[in-house]
């Protein structure tokens, strides 16, 4: 009988990997029977409302306002008790948990920091995305952000480990500097601000359009027409100009974050290879993020560009970046060929 493999701090790793994106799964199904759960609560205080001004002698055909959306606030006294939420939440920091110790046990495995490939890159890219929206919900409640989040670490996660694993080698030699430990880390950062930036404004294309709907249905309340007004669950969200200022603060602070990875970026590239800009296939994608990003922020502070034309550059922002990790790591080369695949 051939003797099994030993267990290296490499294979632990793996094994926290797969067990991290299960928990994520069952977090997202638990985030997912939250959102359904909020759509049957929409709808039975739409009902309540619409009986109490029947009670009071409100003609039966008048449309009923509906209530006003929740704010962001996120002490915990105005929280209200999302049971389904509350476990999505505790599965998210468990897998979370299970994510850390898969990060630390393949820098350690490796002697030194877990972000010099794709693999390595996508487990502390995703990790860092699951620790901003853990913080943020001590401040902001984005519980109803939980199902994109957790949805999105899955498919990230699990494709990394399937297509993008690679042992661990050898640095190469201009990976062997202290930029390494900055540059990719703020990088991965700036990621994860521009993840919940964008999941934030797909959020608030959909509450637009839903009230949208509500105006169209206010116009028509005299004739008595029925009129959809959108998913139920958005009308516990906050309003579409509330979601659009956080995606904002959001950009910001990743703005902030990447302008330091282009600037880092070109110093290390002066060390490494003499020259600070070369037009390399990475650093051009990396300054098109940067120029996408201040032109949604510029837009939208002196322009006015709000509402969707400002979401769908936020949208446009994170798919550049999504493209800069993926289709330029993995097809375009250059100097910054650091992939790992062969």
């Known amino acids: 009988m051939p003797e099994a493999a030993p267990l290296t701090l490499d294979s632990v790793s793996v094994l926290l990997v797969w067990t991290a994106i299960a928990v994520y799964s069952l977090a997202f199904i638990a985030y997912a029977v939250d959102l359904a759960r909020r759509s049957e609560v929409a709808v039975q205080v739409k009902d309540a409302a619409t009986r109490e001004l029947v009670g009071a002698g409100v003609g039966g055909t008048r449309s009923v306002r509906p209530p006003q959306a929740p704010s962001f606030d996120a002490r915990a006294g105005s929280r209200p008790k999302l049971v389904w939420a509350r476990i999505a939440t505790a599965l998210t920091v468990l897998g979370f948990l299970f994510h850390v110790g898969a990060d630390v046990t393949r820098g350690i495995a490796a002697g030194r920091v877990p972000w010099s490939n794709m693999y390595e890159f996508a487990l502390t890219g995703t990790m860092l995305i699951v620790a901003v929206y853990l913080v943020t919900l001590l401040r902001y409640d984005l519980r109803f952000l939980g199902t994109f989040i957790t949805g999105l670490v899955v498919v990230l996660l699990g494709g990394t480990a399937i297509w993008f694993y690679t042992d661990i080698v050898p640095l190469m030699d201009p990976l062997k500097s202290v930029w390494l430990v900055i540059h990719v880390f703020v990088a991965s950062l700036a990621t994860a601000l521009f993840a919940l930036a964008f999941g934030l404004s797909v959020m608030q294309l959909m509450q637009a359009r839903r009230e949208r709907r509500v105006m169209a249905a206010a116009a028509v309340e005299a004739s008595g027409t029925a009129v959809k007004t959108g998913q139920g669950f958005l009308r516990t969200l906050p309003n579409a100009e509330a979601l659009e200022s956080l995606a904002y603060r959001f950009a910001i602070i990743g703005f902030i974050f990447w302008t330091f990875t282009l600037i880092a970026g070109s110093i290390w590239a002066n060390d490494a290879w003499g020259r600070y800009w070369g037009f390399d296939t990475k650093e ?17 502070a002196t322009r006015g560009w709000r509402g969707s034309r400002s979401a769908w550059l936020s949208i446009i922002g994170f798919t550049a970046v999504i493209f800069n990790f993926t289709i330029v ?9 650091y992939s790992g695949l062969s």
Not at 284 to 300: C, D, E, K, M, P
Not at 329 to 337: P, R, S, Y
């Open 284 to 300: 051009v994608w990396t300054f098109v993020i940067w120029v996408l990003y201040a032109g949604y922020i510029h837009a939208r």
């Open 329 to 337: 790591n993995m097809f375009f080369k250059g100097l910054h060929a």
